[in-house]
């Protein structure tokens, strides 16, 4: 089981008003959308072309795409697609945007202009992890550069459409365990202040590139698996100063951030992860580099995105996620993982089957729920089966399941305002909620004998283990996984 150490520093700011902060600011409540993004790099002499990518995209129905530079090529191409697009100004032109408004200006001018708003640019990150880079000049040009780019984007009428800001390593934070104590380094607190106060004022979203992988491979001994891959079955860890549950390392790493942010003052600023994947494969030192570990993470994730899920801290506020990477690119230096992050390789194939469902329309994005490695099962039959499809409800798939997976993997269940849970006690019972969420879609149902089981203050957790879950108004999906379905 993966647990918080103790904290090295002292918090700033008592842990009561930073919750305060946090919890009072949830204001960018994401409306029931796709948030799936993934990033689009294009470090290889093998890749398909930008017409080619946006085909594949559009079937997969991603609707949020990063790419690390203003491709002429790329930004024609997705161009009346719909799809929003967070374009980057690399680190070399940093410092000459910092210094030049002017040249600020051009850079607009020539690389957003005359694509918007046929290419739905929604984003320009300044630089890559600067606030990490050991050119201090670089990290002291940085806030400068995008004061000025801002202006620019506000001169041509584009502010309100493109934010700008700049996506850091999770470096930044001397303790990013447990969550609540969660502060920016020394070197980089003071260059946070500016920073964190350009995003207030523009309205701008903190993105993070964080790989819980990263910390599995440096200490796979004392580091859960399960807790890292983000799977929601596992019992996770408690924040022991606010007592808030983690099954996701990553979505821990979110909140520290967030608790880093509201130490300085700025706990209103919303967190997004703008780089997270998991190799397929790496080199014999590195642990964990699997293509089962990539799939089981980026699946996690995906679910976790379709079902509305956000952090223990801000529940209610789905954080944008954006995977790392669209394609394996032959040309990133560095060991045998690097390169190895991608989907699918370059000539189309999928490396392995995470669950995008391809598709001939461009809505928003899917998940396709059957395409789970586990086993089809056999629909019930008998009172339990309704007779329209989307009314039947997951009970009857459970009910074929425990002769052959007598002790199944579990199944999420659409929480009501009252905050009751369905439960099946030890294999024994069957007596469930009537409502159950499937992905963006909910299925409603009635029982067939003596009526659903409604129970308060409990929770699901996995194989037939149910542990005390404090009630609460507006609770949604606690999680859905069924064999086949």
């Given at each position: ?5 103790t ?17 009072c ?7 029931c ?7 689009y ?20 129905r991603?609707?949020?795409v ?13 161009g ?18 910092a ?10 001018t020539?690389?957003?202009k005359?694509y918007f ?13 600067v606030?990490?880079d ?5 990290k002291?040009?940085l806030?400068p ?23 850091s ?18 070197e980089?607190a ?8 350009f ?78 994947g998991?190799?397929?494969?790496g080199?014999?030192?590195e ?18 995105q379709?079902?509305n899920?956000g952090?223990?801290?801000r ?19 560095g060991p045998?993982s ?38 089809p ?27 052959q997976?007598?002790?199944?993997r ?49 929770a699901?957790?996995?194989?037939g ?21």
């Amino acid at each position: 089981m993966a647990t918080f150490a103790t904290p090295v520093r002292s918090a700033s700011l008592q842990l009561p008003a930073l919750l305060c902060i946090l919890l009072c600011s949830e204001v960018w409540v994401l409306q029931c959308g796709a948030a799936i993004g993934i990033n689009y790099g294009q470090v290889g002499n093998n890749l398909p072309t930008p017409a080619q990518v946006v085909s594949l995209l559009s079937s997969l129905r991603v609707g949020k795409v990063r790419i690390y530079d203003v491709n002429p090529q790329v930004l024609a191409a997705f161009g009346g697609t719909g799809i929003e697009l967070i374009v980057t100004v690399p680190n070399d032109l940093v410092q000459p945007m910092a210094a030049s408004a002017v040249q600020a200006m051009q850079w607009v001018t020539a690389n957003i202009k005359p694509y918007f708003p046929a290419t739905r640019v929604t984003g320009v990150a300044v630089g890559n992890e600067v606030f990490t880079d050991d050119d201090a000049a670089l990290k002291a040009s940085l806030v400068p550069a995008m004061r000025n780019l801002h202006a620019a984007l506000a001169q041509l009428g584009m502010d309100g459409y493109v934010h700008v800001s700049t996506a850091s390593s999770l470096g930044v934070l001397a303790n990013s365990y447990p969550p609540s104590q969660g502060a920016f380094t020394p070197e980089c607190a003071a260059l946070m202040l500016p920073f964190l106060r350009f995003l207030a004022d523009t309205n701008a979203p903190f993105w993070i590139n964080a790989y819980p992988y990263f910390a599995y491979k440096a200490d796979p001994a004392n580091v859960s698996l399960s807790y890292a891959l983000s799977d929601p079955y596992h019992v996770g860890a408690v924040d022991p100063y606010t007592h808030l549950q983690y099954t996701s390392m990553l979505y821990a790493q979110v909140d520290a951030v967030s608790f880093a942010a509201a130490r300085l003052g700025y706990g209103g600023i919303p967190v997004f992860v703008s780089e997270t994947g998991w190799p397929s494969k790496g080199d014999a030192d590195e642990v964990g580099a699997t293509v089962e570990n990539a799939r089981a993470y980026n699946r996690n994730l995906l679910v976790r995105q379709v079902s509305n899920e956000g952090t223990p801290l801000r529940p209610r506020q789905r954080i944008e996620v954006y995977l790392f990477a669209l394609f394996n690119e032959d040309m990133k230096p560095g060991p045998t993982s690097e390169r190895n992050y991608g989907l699918y390789q370059p000539d189309g194939r999928m490396v392995y089957n995470v669950g995008l469902a391809q598709q001939q329309t461009t809505s928003a994005a899917s998940l396709s729920l059957a395409a789970s490695s586990a086993p089809p099962t056999t629909e019930a039959k008998g009172e339990h089966v309704w007779c329209r499809p989307e009314r039947k409800l997951v009970f009857a798939m459970w009910k074929a399941l425990p002769t052959q997976y007598p002790r199944p993997r579990g199944l999420g269940l659409w929480t009501g305002t009252a905050c009751k849970y369905g439960m099946r006690e030890g294999g024994k019972g069957s007596r469930f909620v009537t409502r159950a969420h499937m992905g963006s879609r909910e299925i409603l149902g009635e029982d067939g004998e003596n009526g659903w089981r409604m129970l308060a203050g409990f929770a699901f957790r996995r194989r037939g283990c149910f542990t005390p879950f404090v009630p609460c108004q507006g609770a949604r999906l606690v999680f859905v996984c069924i064999y086949g379905l």
